[in-house]
Nanobody, 122 residues
Framework: QVQLVESGGGLVQAGASLRLSCAAS????????MGWFRQGSGKEREFVVS????????TYADSVKGRFTISRDTAKNTVYLQMNSLKPEDTAVYYC???????????????WGQGTQVTVSS
């Protein structure tokens, strides 16, 4: 069992940066791949980025490539999402998820956090 808690969301202006954190409980954090997903108002939840267990393998959605960076700190049981050059279309609730493999398929993640709101004003 893994519990995930996101933090770091907020209201920022376009062009600003935010860093989201996802803290995981339990001693098995290093055995899970992690992903970030987001859901805008009235939209379906979509893939943002994933990272493998070792932190080497990463996959980004085209919409965030070059602006967002995922990383993980096994000692702190935490995954980070550094978001730069934010745009109004990045506005969404951001969720972190844990699963056996890094994938864009949200159905393959077993555990989810409660989400953190990111709002980018123009």
């Amino acid at each position: 069992q893994v519990q995930l808690v996101e933090s770091g969301g907020g209201l920022v202006q376009a062009g600003a940066s935010l860093r989201l954190s996802c803290a995981a409980s339990g001693r098995t954090f290093s055995t899970y791949a992690m992903g970030w997903f987001r859901q805008g108002s009235g939209k379906e939840r979509e893939f943002v980025v994933s990272i493998g267990r070792s932190g080497v393998t990463t996959t980004y959605a085209d919409s965030v490539k070059g602006r967002f960076t995922i990383s993980r700190d096994t000692a702190k049981n935490t995954v980070y999402l550094q978001m730069n050059s934010l745009k109004p279309e990045d506005t969404a609730v951001y969720y972190c998820a844990a699963g056996p493999i890094p994938t864009i398929n949200q159905r393959l993640y077993n555990y989810w956090g409660q989400g953190t709101q990111v709002t980018v004003s123009s």
